[in-house]
């Protein structure tokens, strides 16, 4: 290519690069152009709804004290042998009802039968002894007033119808005592209930004080529980009680019966005992209940949803609505009511504070913020659960 074409090319090309980038400049606008009208734009405020949004309100905050246990039947009873040998007859299995008095089994006491047969016997010959002693005595005292026998032969003839009359009582007393043996043959229960254990069985030989049934009244029962020391104080024999038992939907109304006057070693808990009417019998010894027990609050609190409290570098704090714009609160914190879910606040806020009821991500602190509907001032002091958190 020759030198002249050349130049006349390169002409033509920085024409053409010229005129692009003045189109291009025309068409886009330059970074500090851009960066102007963005600070001339007005921020977009942030809309919270009213439900969204909470003021403290006064409230008082009764404590829940919970406890756990078995239930237990207080009134029950161990049925014994009072004499050995061969159980007959046991009548009841367990789950039978049984009356107090009622006979429910009986032993062999063969042997006691024969040692009663035995002490009749020797009460006939006491019996007869003293008879004879009667009649010896009543000759004795004619003679003596006739002098045919000596003071002294008078004196052995009344020893000796004392000593009979001593022998007839102490067979009167062995014979009552072998009846009793034979008496206690028979088992009856000691009380009203329900068998809740058969102990032996028909045919197997018992001794004396051996048990043979376990029988239990369940018309009222009791939660054995146990509080921990540094909360047993706040409870009194005679309070309310709510108790769940497995197996039921509704709570159970109870009462404290009895607080134990020491804790038990090595546990740093003391036992209560939850009084519960059992009328229809629905509950069973054996089951597992929680009780509940709310202790009165008689101070009124400024408290806020728990939802609304944030938690950061070992402090808590809410966010708030200021004159338009959010504010970012640190607040000291009281007592918590785990079952309405609110916390008692000490300082930070007032009872006309507009509160975040939930906690939401990314807020800044001086960011513009309204309140869906208006400005906030009717919002109603008791507020209703808090949205999701964003």
């Not at 014994?80 to 009622?102: H, N, Q, S, Y």
């Not at 009460?123 to 003293?130: C, E, K, Q, V």
């Not at 009203?192 to 197997?204: H, Q, S, W, Y």
């Not at 000490?346 to 513009?368: H, Y």
Request: a neutral charge; charged letters at 20%; glycine letters at 10%.
């Amino acid at each position: 290519m020759t030198r002249p074409r050349l130049i006349g090319t390169a002409l033509v090309l920085a024409t053409l690069l010229g005129v692009g980038a003045g189109f291009i400049a025309g068409v886009l606008p330059l970074p500090g152009r851009a960066a102007d009208q963005d600070d001339n734009k007005s921020e977009v405020a942030l809309a919270f709804g009213a439900e969204e949004v909470v003021r403290p309100r006064h409230a008082t905050m009764p404590q829940r004290l919970e406890f756990s246990g078995a239930l237990v039947a207080p009134a029950s009873a161990v049925l014994r042998a009072k004499a050995g040998g061969t159980l007959l007859a046991l009548t009841v299995r367990e789950g039978d009802r049984v009356r107090a008095g009622e006979l429910v089994g009986r032993i062999d006491v063969a042997e006691a039968d024969s040692r009663a047969a035995e002490r009749a016997a020797q009460l006939g010959a006491a019996r007869a002894a003293l008879a004879q002693a009667d009649r010896t005595h009543a000759s004795n005292e004619r003679l003596a007033a006739q002098q045919f026998i000596s003071p002294v032969a008078l004196d052995q003839s009344r020893a000796a119808l004392d000593t009979a009359r001593a022998q007839l009582d102490a067979a009167q007393a062995a014979l009552r005592t072998a009846r009793l043996v034979l008496r206690d043959g028979a088992l009856t229960a000691p009380i009203d209930g329900i068998v809740a254990e058969r102990k032996a069985l028909p045919g197997e030989k018992v001794s004396p004080e051996q048990p043979v049934l376990t029988i239990v009244d369940l018309r009222e029962l009791e939660l054995a529980g146990r509080v921990g020391t540094h909360e047993v104080s706040r409870l009194v024999p005679g309070m309310t009680v709510q108790v769940r038992v497995e197996g039921l939907d509704r709570a159970v109304p109870g009462r404290i019966a009895r607080i134990a006057p020491a804790a038990e070693p090595g546990t740093r808990s003391i036992g209560v005992a939850v009084a519960l009417p059992n009328p229809g019998e629905r509950l069973r010894a054996g089951q597992f209940a929680l009780a509940q027990v709310t202790i009165d609050d008689p101070t009124e609190r400024l408290t806020l949803p728990a939802s609304a409290l944030v938690a950061s570098g070992g402090q808590s704090y809410v966010w708030l609505i200021e004159d338009g714009v959010l504010a970012r609160r640190v607040v000291s914190i009281g007592q918590r009511d785990a079952h309405s879910g609110r916390v008692e606040i000490l300082s930070g806020v007032t009872p006309a504070s507009a509160v975040l009821a939930a906690r939401f991500e990314n807020l800044r602190e001086g960011a513009k913020a309204t309140i869906a509907g208006g400005s906030g001032a009717a919002l109603a002091a008791t507020p209703s659960t808090p949205a999701a958190t964003n």
